[in-house]
C-alpha cells in the first residue's frame, strides 16, 4: 500500500509551539549577546552545497545544489536553516528548503544587532521541522510551504556544516555545505 504524503496544514502554530519550546529551553537575556536584539540573520554564498533525499525504496535518491544559505534566530536557542536551489522542475525557478529546530546544550545563540547576526561557532541545532517551497513565475506566485515533522540534526562551524535527519514521510535528509 502506497503511503500518502501528509502536508500539515497548521504548521504555523506548530513553529509558534516549537518558539515556546525554545524560549524555554533558551538563555536567559544577554547571555551569548553583545546587543539589544536577541534576533536576526546570517546569510553566506556557499562555495559547496549539496542536498541529498533519499528512501529505502530509492536508496540513490535525488540531488540538488542551494546558491545561498540562511541562518535566522527568532529568539536566542531557536534557529532555522533556510537553503535556496535553482528550481529543479521546468515550472519553478527556485526552491527553498527551510530546517528548524533549537539549539543544543553547548551552543551559544547568535549575537545580533540591527537584524544581522554573527554566530558563535560551533552550532549544533537539533532539527524537529522541515518546509520546502517552490516559485513559479509562470503561476505568479509561490507555493505554500509544505511543512513537516523532521528528526534530525546539524553541526555548523566556521568553514561550514552538516545535516541528516529523517521526516514523518520516511525520507533521509543530508545536507553539505561549505562557506
Known amino acids: 500500500m502506497a503511503r500518502q504524503r ?3 496544514p497548521g504548521a504555523a502554530a506548530w513553529l509558534l509551539g516549537l518558539a515556546w519550546l525554545a524560549g524555554q529551553q533558551a538563555p536567559t537575556w544577554g547571555q551569548g549577546l553583545e546587543g539589544p536584539e536577541d534576533f536576526g540573520r546570517w546569510q553566506a554564498s556557499p562555495s559547496h552545497c549539496q542536498l ?10 535525488l540531488r540538488r545544489t542551494c546558491h545561498s544559505v540562511r541562518l535566522e534566530q527568532q529568539l536566542p536557542g531557536l534557529l532555522s536553516l533556510r537553503l535556496n536551489e535553482s528550481g529543479s522542475d521546468s515550472h519553478l525557478v ?20 540591527d537584524g544581522r547576526c554573527q554566530p558563535h561557532w560551533p552550532l ?15 503561476a505568479g506566485l509561490s507555493q505554500l510551504p509544505q511543512a513537516r515533522l ?5 553541526r555548523l562551524d566556521a568553514e561550514g556544516g552538516r545535516c541528516q535527519l529523517d521526516d514523518n514521510d520516511g525520507l533521509h535528509w543530508q545536507v553539505d555545505v561549505t562557506w
Open 6 to 8: 501528509q502536508v500539515w
Open 52 to 61: 541529498q533525499r533519499s528512501s529505502p525504496s530509492e536508496p540513490s535518491g
Open 94 to 113: 527556485s526552491q527553498q528548503l527551510t530546517l528548524a529546530g533549537v539549539l543544543k546544550a553547548g551552543s551559544r545563540a547568535m549575537a545580533c544587532r
Open 124 to 138: 549544533l541545532l537539533q532539527v524537529s521541522a522541515m518546509a520546502e517551497r517552490g516559485f513559479s513565475p509562470q
Open 150 to 154: 523532521a528528526r534530525g540534526d546539524c
